[in-house]
């Protein structure tokens, strides 16, 4: 459609669509048509969704309480674009929700199509399925088929991390808005399968963060390597070199993870397709995932606390922008 080649018409259009698509959950669960695991399914959602507003102090509104049927993989793919050599991701903005390191696309063959140019010039490039993505409250946000996919402490997970956006933002700051949200998904994960009793999942879960420690010591070191070879003097094609040499140590470090620890294969994928932006993606969601874990056990496991605090943090952070601004 000639529409879709203005990008703010695609992304009015694409989310207008999805959006258009929205079932509340107890009306395609009492739907006689609905096929029984997909029912199951919901069902599962609703108790994780009510349990994010009851015991995790997450907003109480219309995210994740309705269904919107896809006929695609995901209802968004996400590029992430960084020149050949810098870690620096390029960035595109929006009037709400400032710049962000990735451009996103209801459209995997247009967000292929925008990855294209810059991966021919040289950049590396990601493009990624994302499961969910959060509008901050201004819409009532849908549970998609690619979040029932998932295991059920990694789908508890996504609706907590997706309501975290609604509870602190701060614009233009990628790295603060998703560690924050990747710290309540992780505490409110535990929180959920501790309450279930569930010793299975919570056992699963807690390696899981183990070889997500791992992973991201990996790809910090791996990153101050790269940066430090591209601030250097050298030739570009010693620097290609030396990139690649970074890469293949780490292609190697997960294929002898994986010899020792079969779980370690899920992780396959990623490595395949090393390059910058895949660290900065990374990076993004990481980087400060440590500091807010700390903040919240230090106001005791009190999510209401740990918000206040976090709040705080956040105007600290957007009064210091404007003055440098």
Request: glycine letters at 6%.
């Amino acid at each position: 459609m000639l529409l879709y080649g203005c990008y703010p018409m695609h992304v009015s259009l694409g989310h207008l669509d999805l959006m258009s698509r929205r079932q509340p959950l107890a009306v395609v669960v009492s739907d006689t048509g609905t096929a029984s695991e997909l029912k199951t399914h919901l069902q599962r959602v609703a108790a994780m969704r009510e349990f994010a507003s009851r015991e995790l102090g997450l907003p109480d509104n219309g995210s994740y309480r309705s269904y919107a049927p896809l006929d695609r993989d995901y209802p968004v793919w996400n590029v992430w674009v960084t020149p050949e050599f810098d870690l620096r991701p390029r960035q595109s903005c929006f009037p709400v929700a400032g710049c962000v390191p990735y451009r996103g696309y209801y459209s995997k063959r247009l967000a292929e199509k925008y990855a294209a140019p810059f991966a021919d010039a040289g950049d590396d490039v990601m493009v990624g399925g994302v499961a969910a993505y959060s509008t901050l409250g201004f819409f009532d946000d849908p549970v998609t088929p690619a979040m029932l996919r998932l295991p059920e402490e990694r789908l508890a997970g996504v609706i907590f991390h997706e309501l975290a956006h609604q509870v602190v933002y701060v614009k233009n700051n990628a790295t603060f808005n998703e560690s924050f949200a990747r710290a309540v998904e992780i505490e409110g994960t535990l929180r959920w399968l501790e309450k279930r009793n569930d010793a299975a999942g919570l056992a699963r879960y807690r390696d899981a963060l183990k070889r997500a420690d791992v992973f991201f010591a990996e790809v910090q070191a791996a990153r101050a390597e790269l940066a430090a070879l591209y601030a250097s003097g050298k030739h570009p094609a010693e620097k290609r070199q030396g990139k690649e040499n970074i890469f293949a140590a780490m292609r190697e470090r997960q294929h002898q993870r994986k010899a020792a620890e079969p779980a370690w294969e899920s992780h396959d994928l990623w490595f395949d397709g090393l390059n910058n932006a895949r660290l900065t993606a990374v990076a993004t969601y990481f980087d400060d995932v440590a500091m807010f874990r700390e903040l919240f056990r230090g106001h005791g496991g009190d999510f209401a606390a740990f918000y206040a605090a976090v709040r705080s943090r956040a105007k600290q952070l957007e009064r210091s922008a404007r003055v440098s601004a």
